[in-house]
Nanobody
Framework: QVQLVESGGGSVQAGGSLRLSCAAS????????MAWFRQVPGKQREPVAT???????NYADSVKGRFTIFRDDAKNTLYLQMKDLKPEDTAMYSC????????????????????WGQGTQVTVSS
């Protein structure tokens, strides 16, 4: 059974940094597309960053240059390093992992990942 457990969320002031972690069990990172999504109450969940099996990455325009997605396959863990945080980054962040697509073009557009974590809250105050 696949489990994705996020950690690292919290409350920070604008300009601060956080690193989110997503520990995977029953799943091998590096084989398929993985991603970070975020959602604000009342709004649609949006993809923040994706990483394909070959390590290629993609970012939402709103986070380019500030967020970095990476993984440690030895630890079976996905990360999201966030810097220069802004109040508009406040959201519930969830990691997602696919079990079919090695690339991320389709999963990113459809949001149809096979596995999801419970999420970790990030709150940025001005």
């Amino acid at each position: 059974q696949v489990q994705l457990v996020e950690s690292g969320g919290g409350s920070v002031q604008a300009g601060g940094s956080l690193r989110l972690s997503c520990a995977a069990s029953g799943y091998t990172t590096g084989r398929f597309c993985m991603a970070w999504f975020r959602q604000v109450p009342g709004k649609q969940r949006e993809p923040v960053a994706t990483i394909a099996s070959d390590g290629s990455t993609n970012y939402a325009d709103s986070v380019k240059g500030r967020f970095t997605i990476f993984r440690d396959d030895a630890k079976n863990t996905l990360y999201l390093q966030m810097k220069d945080l802004k109040p508009e980054d406040t959201a519930m962040y969830s990691c997602a992992a696919d079990s079919f697509y090695a690339t991320c073009t389709y999963p990113r557009r459809s949001g149809g990942f096979a596995h999801w974590g419970q999420g970790t809250q990030v709150t940025v105050s001005s």
